[in-house]
């Protein structure tokens, strides 16, 4: 029963019993108490063996010298110790899946019971142990990163009603509902602010360490911690299709997903122990066969199977994997799989939605070029009261730039034409403003020969009045981003946009920070792109995709590797990704790569490690050049050097 969500989860993947792992995948207390119960355990048998030694005082006064009372006493200890490996090992024969570690570990040391020889038995089952207790200090060390997100669930929601405010479950609170919340407590429910200011503090979900102050209209992502002002929050989603509740479905699924590399080691395993128990059977036979001493290689036989135990490699592989999602978690980043950080590592070509992704999506007049002899304050100022009463993106750009006050009294006569623009009486003057089928539908005379960014033309009393241009600003961390992926052996750096032309990305196109520019797609016509370019790429490499719109849902879904920006992503585009940015901060995705990268090396270096000294401890124990304490000492050590390296990963880079 898991200790925190009496969840019965019977036994997890590395064998251990359901008081310390459970499959929904929480962990602390009962996981640190099972540690402590262990070390507990390992100490105590190793101090009563060294008191039971015959030499020692306490063997003589209480004459533990017969081989009855030493077979009890060493078989007691050895029980207490081994408990699960046995209980694991016996359990496995009976489901015919017994080729395991525990098997291993079993059959040498009933082995050495049989032939007299208890310390050692009970030596390799605690030396066994100390491994173990490493190995679990460095799993719950690495889940610690990751599994911190279940504690963002928020226990409740104080509900504002017509006639006073309650304390509900977050899942009994629907949308449009007005909630409470003070300071000090978690938001419990996605939602806008609709009373009050606060800062909170958004590290749990982003990695940013500095609080964020937000003001009424501006969203609030549950999870988070209001710190300083008490709010009132219009929820826009119920608590299933919270933030909180995808992320905290999203780990639990990534587990479920392995590498090609896990994937091999747990093919490696199943053919690799019954190649070593034949081994072992035959370094008894044969030598015996012609003359040689049964005891002797008997004994060097179950050394070979101490040694042969694969658990460095089961146990430090994923462990690495797993270390590395807990490093992208403390920097706000959701890898959805350890497959995808296999697939990471290999990138060698990114392609990039433009809008929302590249760019802010936050329209400005970026040029003003008036005709007609009229200024370019003049111009501005009949731009924006034509556009006065329009709620579209690129109205609400032009009225930006006109930095005084609208006099709604001066707008006369407007209409607009849907798809063209507005025509408007503006201090008697006759405004046409649009694009150029306005101005073709009204006869006007003006130039078509600028391209390659969005135009918005005038006509005064129906005459050509001037033009000016509407860009999408870059973001402020996109130059850096583009340059650090290159720096990261990244090849091709490539956008996919819907738009006519650059629109916003001049810029860095004249820098050559990205490779190639493919413009004017509908959805549909990305993920046709996309397909191009994934066939003419190495098979070898990877392809990713970043985006954060619902049309980027598709493209995310058909990229090898798909990269949401979560905080202003779309459900669909998260959903349909393999790795989301929870703060959006662009150059978090080359940080992933980063990770990605050094996961695999050390990775690398465990299986080269753990495989060359494994196979020349088992020819030394063959012939008889290593002990069976020796043998454990090696296979704890190499376990122990394994999973320490493989520990290295969760410190690789800190959040920013």
Same mark, same amino acid.
């Given at each position: ?122 030596? %390799? ?118 933030? %909180? ?42 030598? %015996? ?96 009261? $034509? ?165 980027? $849902? ?18 669909? $585009? ?83």
């Amino acid at each position: 029963m898991c200790n925190h969500c009496e969840h019965n989860s019977g036994h997890c993947e590395h064998g251990h019993n359901n008081e310390h792992c459970c499959s929904k995948g929480h962990s602390g207390t009962g996981l640190d108490n099972f540690l402590i119960k262990k070390l507990v355990i390992v100490f105590t048998a190793l101090i009563l063996m060294i008191i039971l030694k015959p030499e020692n005082l306490v063997s003589q006064l209480f004459y533990i010298n017969s081989a009855i009372i030493k077979f009890v006493i060493y078989f007691t200890l050895y029980l207490i110790v081994a408990k699960n490996i046995v209980l694991n090992a016996f359990k496995n024969v009976l489901s015919k899946n017994f080729l395991d570690e525990n098997f291993l570990m079993t059959i040498a040391t009933f082995g050495a019971f049989g032939i007299g020889e208890y310390p050692e038995a009970l030596m %390799v089952m605690l030396l066994y142990q100390t491994g173990e207790l490493f190995t679990d200090y460095a799993v719950n060390k690495s889940k610690k990163s990751v599994l911190a997100l279940m504690d963002l669930k928020p226990e409740f929601a104080n509900l504002v009603t017509q006639t006073d405010i309650q304390k509900v479950a977050p899942d009994k609170v629907k949308i449009n509902d007005i909630i409470l919340v003070k300071p000090g407590e978690k938001i419990p429910l996605d939602g806008t602010i609709v009373e009050g200011l606060t800062s909170i503090d958004t590290s749990a979900l982003t990695g940013e360490a500095l609080p964020k102050s937000l003001k009424p209209g501006d969203t609030i992502m549950n999870g988070c911690i209001n710190l300083d002002g008490v709010i009132k929050i219009k929820v826009t989603s119920e608590f299933q299709n919270s933030t %909180v509740s995808k992320i905290i479905e999203m780990v639990q699924q990534a587990s479920d997903k392995k590498t090609r590399t896990e994937n091999f080691i747990t093919k490696f395993a199943k053919i690799y122990t019954p190649i070593v128990v034949f081994l072992a059977l035959f370094l008894v036979i044969v030598p %015996v066969i012609f003359g040689g001493a049964f005891v002797q290689w008997f004994e060097r036989a179950l050394t070979f199977l101490v040694i042969s135990c694969p658990c460095a490699l089961v146990i430090s592989i994923p462990l690495g994997f797993f270390a590395s999602i807990g490093a992208a978690s403390k920097n706000g980043i959701l890898i959805k799989g350890s497959n995808y950080i296999e697939a990471l590592s290999k990138v060698d070509t990114i392609v990039f939605d433009k809008t929302g992704t590249l760019t802010s999506g936050v329209f400005s007049v970026s040029e003003i070029c008036p005709a007609l002899n009229i200024s370019k304050e003049e111009f501005i100022k009949l731009a924006a009261h $034509a556009e006065h009463f329009s709620n579209h993106p690129v109205a609400s750009s032009i009225k930006s730039a006109y930095l005084e006050d609208v006099n709604p009294s001066d707008i006369k006569c407007l209409k607009e034409i849907p798809g063209m623009g507005i025509t408007a009486v503006i201090q008697e003057k006759n405004i046409i403003l649009g694009n150029a089928a306005i101005m073709e539908k009204f006869n006007i005379d003006y130039p078509q020969d600028i391209e390659g960014k969005t135009i918005i033309y005038m006509a005064i009393n129906g005459k050509y009045a001037g033009y000016l241009t509407i860009s999408d600003t870059i973001k402020s961390d996109t130059k850096a981003t583009l340059l650090n992926l290159k720096k990261e052996g990244v090849k091709e750096l490539i956008v996919l946009t819907g738009d006519k032309g650059l629109f916003g990305l001049e810029e860095l196109n004249n820098g050559s920070l990205i490779d190639e520019i493919y413009c004017n797609l509908l959805p549909n016509q990305k993920v046709e792109k996309l397909e191009e370019l994934m066939k003419i790429k190495n098979h070898k490499t990877a392809l990713a995709f970043v985006g954060d719109g619902i049309n980027d $849902a598709p493209v995310l879904s058909r990229a090898d590797i798909g990269i949401a920006m979560g905080k202003m992503g779309s459900d669909a $585009a998260i959903g349909a990704s393999d790795v989301v940015i929870m703060d959006d901060n662009l150059n978090k995705i080359s940080e992933t790569v980063k990770i990605s990268k050094k996961t695999i090396q050390i990775i690398k270096q465990n299986i080269i490690f753990i495989l060359a000294v494994k196979f020349s401890f088992l020819a030394f124990g063959a012939f008889g050049i290593v002990s069976m304490w020796g043998a454990v000492f090696a296979d704890v050590g190499v376990s122990i050097l394994a999973i320490l390296n493989s520990m290295r990963i969760l410190y690789f880079t800190q959040p920013k």
